[in-house]
Structure formats: C-alpha cells, structure tokens
C-alpha cells in the first residue's frame, strides 16, 4: 500500500510502498476514512527539535485518525470489524505518526485502549479533526483551563485549534473573547459566539480576564497573555508556533498568575466533542482535501493559507 512517510528533517513527505499491517495481540487494523492535518506535522518536517519525538524513519505521519475497524487483533473485546472509531493518539498504544505509522497511509494497526466510538451520523471528517485538534483544545479550557460559567476568557489564535476552544469555552457558558491577527477569520468569531475580536489580546483594555488560553505560541502571544491576565488568573499554553518565549516573571510574580502547559487530552475528551458534534453545537470549520493533496496541504498550513482544520478525505 502507498504511504506518505517522514524520511528526515527539512525533507518533503515521500509516498512509498510499505507493507499492509495486521493486527497483533490487544491490536486492531483500521480502514483509514479521514486524516488530520496538524501544524505538529508541519513542525516535525521543519523543526529540527521534533525529530527526537519519532520513534523511527522513515515512518508514516498522521496522528489525527478516523476510520472503520478492519481486523481485530487476539483478546481484543468489546470491538467489531465495520466500527466506526477515532484514534485517541494520547493513551498507552502511543501516537500513531510518531510511535507507529500513522494515518498518512490507507490502513495502520494501533491498540485497542486508543479506540473511541463514533456515534452513528457523525462524517469521518469531524471524526478525525476530533481526536487531536479537538481533544487538545477542550482540554486546555475545560481541564486545564477550568472554565465556568460566567469567567472572561481570552482565546489567542483562531486556526483548527482556537477555534474548537472558542465554542467549547461558549458553550461552557463563558464570556468568550478572540485575539487573532488574520482579520480574514474574524466572521468565524461572530459565528462561535464571541462577545469580541482584535489583533492582541492586549487590545481588550476593559476585560479583566480570569482565564487566557495561548493556542498560538508565538513568544509574544505568551508575554502578551501573562500581562494581561487578571490578578489571579490562569494562562494555559497549548501552541508552539515557536518552542522558546520570553515572558516576564515579574509580571507572573506580581500578579500571581497560574501559567499551565496544557498538551493532548484523554478518549473521554473526545467522547465528549463527539457528542457536541452529534448535537450540532460544535461543528468547526474544515477544509477537505485528497488523500495525494497532503503534501501541499502542509504546506499549506505552513504558509498560514488555511482556514480551519485541514482534513484529508479517503475514497
């Protein structure tokens, strides 16, 4: 079967042919339906810092996965051949793109213990761009970030992940409000229900804000957050447009700031987005692409030409 594998650092995707897999002892195989695009992806092609996170190369990339059950491995239970699951990339299987080849490929084998169900009438599409993307950002605002209703939250970046966080902090009943320097998104703002959108989240001057979530990463992004956060308040890291920032600890110190690093979630985050999903309360924007388009879909995520979650569909 044709695969798009990493081969090194600085090197384009090569579409190679490697070998169907089958489902080992507590394994299952999956038909591939839909793949993730992530800027993780596009970070491990450029970034030097990634390549110790994969555990061999060349190896198949794509770790946000939706599809149906193909073969169930030996002692597995509880799962059939025609389920439809995401792929939780968080748990004890590992990620697949990073511990195992992923979904850049038309079938991989991942362990059971990573499957969440898919509720019946819910596309693949959403299915996949659940399993990071939405995973990471419900848990930043709803675990990390502890969100309730009521609080001021700022949401830095509106792009696959911003996004997801905006509505799910609006559907906690939170004041919801967005920093993101591409005005071409800023309909999509009005749409999830935030009160405000501006450039820098230091453009809100009357917001006291109890919570802050960085879902871009950009050094300034995070000085900006922690400056502008209430006496008190609680910023939570999620992106890594660049891996160091400057911030000023006197600002933290002195304004008693709580500043997590906020990274992945669990299945039952995904469970919980799969249910926002099914009842039509959080359906966040994709763009659909082929299965050959990934290579230029990256790169289309590194030139920042993307709106929403890039999502490879398989025929």
Not at 54 to 76: D, F, K, N
Request: charged share 20%; net charge negative; glycine share 16%.
């Amino acid at each position: 079967m044709r695969s798009w594998q990493f081969t090194g650092t600085h090197q384009p995707l090569v579409l190679n042919e490697v070998p169907m897999p089958e489902p080992g002892p507590g394994q299952v195989t999956i038909d591939v339906k839909a793949a993730g695009l992530c800027h993780t992806d596009v970070g491990v092609l450029h970034d030097d810092g990634w390549r110790e996170t994969l555990m061999y190369a060349p190896i198949t990339m794509g770790h946000e996965v939706a599809g149906a059950i193909r073969a169930v491995g030996e002692g597995v239970t509880g799962w059939g051949v025609g389920d439809r699951v995401g792929v939780c990339p968080t748990t004890a299987a590992g990620a697949p793109g990073f511990s195992s080849d992923g979904g850049f490929g038309p079938v991989l084998a991942i362990g059971a213990e990573a499957l969440v169900r898919i509720p019946d009438g819910l596309g693949f599409a959403l299915g996949a761009a659940a399993t990071d993307a939405g995973m990471t950002s419900y848990h930043a605002v709803i675990s990390n970030g502890q969100v309730t209703p009521g609080d001021a939250v700022g949401i830095i970046g509106l792009g696959g992940l911003g996004q997801v966080g905006a509505r799910v902090a609006v559907l906690a009943g939170a004041d919801v409000y967005v920093a993101e320097v591409n005005e071409k998104a800023w309909p999509l703002a009005d749409q999830i229900g935030a009160k405000g959108v501006m450039k820098s989240i230091r453009d809100f001057g009357d917001v006291e804000f109890d919570v802050i979530v960085d879902f871009a990463g950009f050094g300034v992004t995070t000085a900006d957050a922690i400056e502008t956060v209430k006496l008190g308040g609680r910023v939570v890291q999620v992106g890594m447009g660049t891996l160091e920032a400057t911030i000023s600890t006197k600002a933290m110190i002195l304004r008693k700031v709580t500043y997590i690093g906020s990274n992945g979630g669990t299945p039952e985050d995904i469970s919980a987005l799969y249910e926002l999903m099914s009842r039509g309360e959080l359906v966040p924007a994709l763009t659909e692409i082929t299965f050959d388009e990934i290579p230029d879909g990256l790169e289309r995520l590194r030139r920042g030409d993307v709106r929403g979650r890039l999502v490879a569909i398989y025929e």
